[in-house]
């Protein structure tokens, strides 16, 4: 088996495989390759997913009630720590006209058919301060979800790159596919270094899925989307829990974001970063004491309706894809999950057909 593309997906994937007895190769770009899985935020969040499409939410929650397993299991293997915690994360709105629109959206995604009970509660301001002391005088209120969670996601990607390898799968980096060919039951992955055979692929190759999978008989329309981030000198613990845009890491550090721009290219851009600064000192005021030491912008594989792709080749029977935007929350479903069904090489459709790329194919009207 092999895995095209070892970020967080195709490790997460990977580490999975070879937990179930299958032991995969992973071929990677390497360092030059435009990774999501180095640049993002590292919630596990469930709070406001699944909007338009209820199994979404079903999927997260899922893999947000697998983590402490996942994380123990990696630990133990590794003796890595990823940090995992769960005691719940908040977003925070600073005004009236945000606090609506969270209720709003909140009250819609619970309100839709087939939703899973989501533990989210909207929180007015001084029952937040109970919560979350030093938030600012501008915070009009937010929401609270006792599923959601945080862990180190670098120290993720490095267990899951350790542990495959302790399994017995294979990382070679520095292995772009350029070229995949379905011959007599087989696949044939070009790479410079060579042609790879396997007996079935996985598809995790982020924003270049788009390019693969067509080789495949795959449709997988993803784009980047851009997501910059400051990140604060270290400073002694004072945020309890992760609010969607304001993280105080395991180290110390406080990670300030995210933007979601429509921008192929991974640059900072200060006007965003201005935005993204000048939010979170209001949500937390002891923020503006502190300095900036790193700012960094990373590209999000974002579909046209922000859920994942989960398919089989019809064509190339044994060509899966794998992809998605919340590849952190979503690496415990992948790992427990998703894998052993690959290995299995079926995806029951009571899961997996929500997922499938063919709910783009909406015909034209006429
Ligand atoms: C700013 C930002 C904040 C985020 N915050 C969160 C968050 O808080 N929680 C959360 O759950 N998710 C978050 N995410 C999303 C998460 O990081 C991604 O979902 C996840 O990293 C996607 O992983 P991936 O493996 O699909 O893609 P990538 O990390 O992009 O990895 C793709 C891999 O494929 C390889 N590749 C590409 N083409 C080829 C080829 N032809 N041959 C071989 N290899 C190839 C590349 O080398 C790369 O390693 C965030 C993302 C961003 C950008």
Known sequence: ????????????IAWGLARAGQRAVVLDEGDVALRASRGNFALIWVQGKGLGMSAYARWSLRSADLWREFADELTGQTRLDVRHERRGGFHLTLSEREWKHRDVLLKRVAAQPAMPPIPFELMDRPSLAR???????????????????????????????????????????????????????EFLLETKDGPVVAGKIVLAAGIGN??????????????????Q???????????????????????????????????????????????????????????????????????????????????????????????????????????????????????????FQPFSADRFDVPKAA
Request: charged fraction near 20%.
């Open 1 to 12: 088996m092999a895995v095209v593309g070892g970020g967080l997906v195709g490790s997460a």
């Open 131 to 185: 919560m979350l002391p030093e938030i600012g005088p501008e915070v009009t209120g937010g929401s609270f979800c006792a599923a959601d969670g945080h862990c180190n996601s670098l120290q993720l990607f490095r267990a899951l790159n350790q542990g495959m390898q302790v399994l017995g799968s294979a990382y070679l980096s520095n292995h772009r596919v350029d070229r995949i060919e379905h011959r007599r039951g």
């Open 210 to 227: 788009a390019r693969l999978g067509p080789m495949v008989g795959l449709h997988i329309p993803v784009r980047p989307q851009r997501g």
């Open 229 to 351: 981030i400051i990140v604060t000198e270290r400073t002694q613990p004072f945020l309890r829990y992760p609010v969607s845009t304001v993280r105080q890491t395991d180290e110390g550090g406080v990670l300030l974001g995210d933007s979601q721009e429509e921008a192929g290219e991974a640059v900072v851009s200060n006007p965003v970063i201005a935005v993204l600064a000048d939010r979170a000192v209001r949500m937390f005021p002891r923020l503006g004491r502190l300095n900036v030491v790193r700012t960094w912008a990373a590209l999000r594989v974002m579909t046209r309706d922000g859920f994942p792709i989960y398919d089989e080749s019809t064509s190339a029977p044994g060509a899966f894809v794998a992809t998605c935007h919340s590849g952190v929350t979503l690496a415990a479903s992948h790992a427990f999950v998703l894998a052993p069904l690959i290995a299995d090489g079926r995806l029951p459709p009571d899961t």
